[in-house]
Nanobody, 124 residues
Framework: QVQLVESGGGLVQAGGSLRLSCAAS????????MGWYRQAPGKQRELVAV???????NYADSVKDRFTISRDNAKNTAYLQMNSLKPEDTAVYYC??????????????????WGQGTQVTVSS
C-alpha cells in the first residue's frame, strides 16, 4: 500500500527556519510530480512549491526566494526548506505526489496522492 508521510512541522519564531520532508513508500513504480501545498485557517488550499516532471520547480510568489523545494529520487522523498518564516506562513502543509503504483493486481497510473498534512506555526 502506498503511503505519503510528512514530517518536520512545528512551532518556530518569525525569522526562523523549518525543513519539511515527504516520504513516499509502497509498491511505487514511478513518481511524476511532487509538490507542497498549504491551507491556512479561513483560506483555500494553495500551491506552495512543485517539482515538475521535467525537473523544473515552481513557487508561489509569497514564498519565492524564501522556500526551496528539493527531491531525492532514490529515496522517493521531497523536501521543503523554509527560511525567513513569517506569521502568515502559518498553515497545515500537505505533500502531493503523482504516482504510478501497484495495489494487489491493479496498476494505477499517474494517480494523485496526498499526505495527511503537518502543522507549521510561526509566532510573531
Amino acid at each position: 500500500q502506498v503511503q505519503l508521510v510528512e514530517s518536520g512541522g512545528g512551532l518556530v519564531q518569525a525569522g526562523g527556519s523549518l525543513r519539511l520532508s515527504c516520504a513516499a513508500s509502497g509498491s511505487i513504480l514511478s513518481i511524476d510530480d511532487m509538490g507542497w501545498y498549504r491551507q491556512a485557517p479561513g483560506k483555500q488550499r494553495e500551491l506552495v512549491a512543485v517539482f515538475t516532471s521535467d525537473g523544473s520547480t515552481n513557487y508561489a510568489d509569497s514564498v519565492k526566494d524564501r522556500f526551496t523545494i528539493s527531491r531525492d529520487n532514490a529515496k522517493n522523498t521531497a523536501y521543503l526548506q523554509m527560511n525567513s518564516l513569517k506569521p502568515e506562513d502559518t498553515a497545515v502543509y500537505y505533500c502531493n505526489a503523482r504516482l504510478t503504483y501497484v495495489s494487489g493486481s491493479t496498476l494505477y497510473r499517474d494517480d494523485d496522492y496526498w499526505g495527511q498534512g503537518t502543522q507549521v506555526t510561526v509566532s510573531s
